[in-house]
C-alpha cells in the first residue's frame, strides 16, 4: 500500500518531521497530533481557547511563483496576529493545504518558513489536510488567555487614548513599488521589503497588553479601516492625527499624500492597534522602551449611541481634514474590490 | 464606511445570521463567537479538545456547478466525521472559504445547507475568513471527549473484531453512474446519491462507542485503504471477509465486482470503522440494534512487530482472494493520483 500513497503522503512527510519535535515540546498540551482523525488537546480550566482561521489565496494574498519560504512564514504569522490581537498564548495550529502538484523543493521551503515561526512562537503543527488544487493556505490556530483577560475589540471607552504598535505602511509601499503604482529605489525596497514577505507577530505584545489595553485588533486591512471595527464594537467615535501615525524611514521620505496613505489604509502591516486609559500611559511608554516602539495616535471622543461610530482624521497642525482626503484615507483595503 | 466594505462585509451577513442564535445555546462553552480577531471558548477541565481541518477543492471533491446547500452540508459533514471517530461531541466549527465572486443565490443555499448540518449537531460557526479565489471550503471543527477517552487509530489488539457502520460504496457507485464509468439506472441512481451528497457523520455512534471501541477511524478515502491506517498505527496485521462488507439493496444487486470495489474501495463513505474486543459483541449487537447498523467485516490476526502491517482478504466461502483481485481492492484513492 505504502508506494501507492504516492505524492499525497509524501507532502505529510514533510510536515510530520517538523511538528514531531515541536510537539514534544508542547506536551501538556498537545495530547495528540498529526497522524488521527482529529488532533487531541488538553485545556487548561482556567484559561479561555482563542480560536482563528485565516485563508490565502495565490494571486490574491500573494503572487503567483511567490517565494515558498516567505508563504510558509507569512501564512502562519497572519494567524499568530490574530492570536496577538487578543493576548493569547500560541497552543498549536493546523494547516489545510491545496497544490496544483506534490513539488519537493516547494514543500521543502514552504515548511521551512512555516517551522521556522512555529519553533519561534512554540506553536507546533497538529493536524490538517492536503489536496490538489489552485495554491490555497489555510491555517486555524488555537492559543490560551487566561480566564476573564482576552482583549475584545468591544472594549473601548470614551477617553481611552489609541495606540498602535511598530511603524505602519511599509508592507504596501512595497507592493505599490513591485506593481509600478509608484517608483522607489532598489536600496529602499530592498529595506522595507521584509515588512511585506514576513509580517513579525506582535505576540509578546499582546500578551503584555492584558489587563492594560481595554480594546485591540490586528491591522490587516489598513489601519483606519481595521479601527473602524473597535469603534463599532465598542459603540464609540474617535480622532486620529494622521500624521502620528508612525512609520519607517523609508516611508516618511515619501510625499506626504504617499506617506499618509500607505500609513492609514496600507494593509499588511499586522501591528497591533489598541486603546487603554490614559492611566496606563506610563506603563505603555514602559513597553515601548523595553519591548517595541508604541505610539499614541488619537483618542476615543465620545458615545455613537448605536449610531454608525464617526472617525475624525486631523492633521499635524490639529486641523481637521478635508472631506475629499478623508474619505480617500478611509477606503479600506476590501478583498471583493478590484485593486 | 459600511457601504463600502461592499460585498466582502454581504457575505458575513450570511453566516452571521445563522451563527448567533446557535451561539446562543452554546453560550456555556462559546464565550465569544465571529466578529473579533478569534473566537473564545470556555474548555472544561475534565474534556480533552479535538480539532479537525478539511478543505474541499472545486473540481477535485466536487463538481464546478455542484448544488450550493449539499455543498454547505458535506463541508460540515466530513469535519463533524472526524470528531465522530474520535468519540467527540462537536461544540463549533470556523469557517474559511474562496469564492469567485459573492453570488447571493449561491450563499443563501450554501449557508442553508451548512447551517442544517451546524443545528442538527448544535455545532455553531465561531469565527473564519472570507476572500476571492477559485471555490474553496476550509472548515476546522472542534468537539470534547471527556479526558481519555477519545478512540485513537493506535489501540486495536490482536484478537480484536473489525467493525463498520450502516452500509459502504453508495457514494462511489453514484459518482461511477454521474461520470459513466458504469451504467446504472434512474431510480437507483436517485435512491443513493444523497449517500454521496448529503452524507451523515456518526456522532452519535461515536459518543456511544467511547470505552467500547479499541480503535476508530472515519471511512473517507474507501474503507480498505483506511483500515490500513488502523493496522499502522496499532501495529497490527488483519484479515477482512470482503463479502461481509455491508451495502445497500441498490450497490448489492450490482456485479460482484462492482459491488466489492465499490464497497471496498469506494471513498466518500464517512462510516465509521472500528475496532473492539470480543467481549463488547452484545454490547454492539445492541447499538445495532438501537441506533444504527454495525457489521462484523474482520479481526485483528497478529501483531506486525514493526514490520508493514498485512491485510488478507478472503470471500464468501472463507477462501484467500487471488492476489491480483486483492490488489485492485486495495488501491486507496488518493488525492494527487489522477483518477
Chains 1, 2 share one sequence.
Request: net charge negative.
Amino acid at each position: 500500500m505504502e508506494a501507492k500513497l504516492g505524492e499525497f503522503d509524501l507532502i505529510w512527510r514533510f510536515f510530520n518531521a517538523g511538528s514531531e519535535s515541536m510537539a514534544q515540546t508542547q506536551k501538556n498540551q498537545v495530547l495528540l497530533g498529526i497522524g488521527d482523525d482529529c488532533a487531541l488537546l488538553q485545556p487548561h480550566a482556567t484559561q479561555s481557547l482563542a480560536v482563528t482561521s485565516d485563508m490565502l489565496v495565490e494571486g490574491r494574498h500573494f503572487f503567483a511563483g511567490a517565494n515558498a519560504e516567505w508563504l510558509g512564514h507569512k501564512a502562519l504569522a497572519v494567524n499568530l496576529s490574530d492570536l496577538a490581537a487578543m493576548g493569547a498564548k500560541p497552543v498549536g495550529f493546523t494547516l489545510a493545504l491545496a497544490l496544483p502538484n506534490a513539488n519537493a523543493d516547494w514543500l521543502a521551503q514552504f515548511s521551512q518558513g512555516l517551522f521556522r515561526m512555529a519553533q519561534q512562537w512554540q506553536c507546533p503543527l497538529i493536524g490538517g489536510d492536503t489536496t490538489q488544487g489552485p495554491l490555497t493556505i489555510c491555517i486555524t490556530a488555537l492559543g490560551h488567555v487566561p480566564g476573564g483577560d482576552a482583549i475584545k475589540r468591544s472594549g473601548a471607552k470614551v477617553g481611552d487614548d489609541i495606540w498602535v504598535s511598530g511603524t505602519l505602511g511599509d508592507a504596501r509601499l512595497a507592493l505599490g513599488a513591485l506593481r509600478s503604482e509608484w517608483p522607489l529605489d532598489h536600496s529602499s525596497l530592498e529595506t522595507i521589503l521584509h515588512r511585506m514577505h514576513e509580517p513579525e507577530p506582535r505576540i509578546a505584545l499582546g500578551m503584555q497588553l492584558r489587563g492594560i489595553a481595554s480594546s485591540a485588533l490586528d491591522v490587516s486591512d489598513g489601519l483606519l479601516g481595521d479601527l473602524r471595527h473597535i469603534l463599532k464594537a465598542s459603540q464609540v467615535n474617535a480622532e486620529v492625527l494622521i500624521d502620528q501615525l508612525p512609520t519607517s524611514r523609508t516611508l516618511a521620505a515619501q510625499t506626504e499624500q504617499l506617506r499618509r496613505q500607505c500609513a492609514a489604509n496600507g494593509g499588511d502591516d499586522y501591528e497591533l492597534c489598541f486603546t487603554a486609559p490614559t492611566s496606563k500611559r506610563i506603563a505603555l511608554e514602559s513597553l515601548s522602551t523595553s519591548l517595541l516602539p508604541l505610539t499614541r495616535i488619537g483618542s476615543i471622543t465620545s458615545a455613537s449611541n448605536g449610531a454608525e461610530p464617526t472617525l475624525i482624521l486631523r492633521d499635524a497642525s490639529g486641523n481637521l481634514l478635508n472631506a475629499a482626503e478623508t474619505m480617500r484615507l478611509m477606503q479600506s483595503f476590501d478583498h471583493f474590490k478590484s485593486n
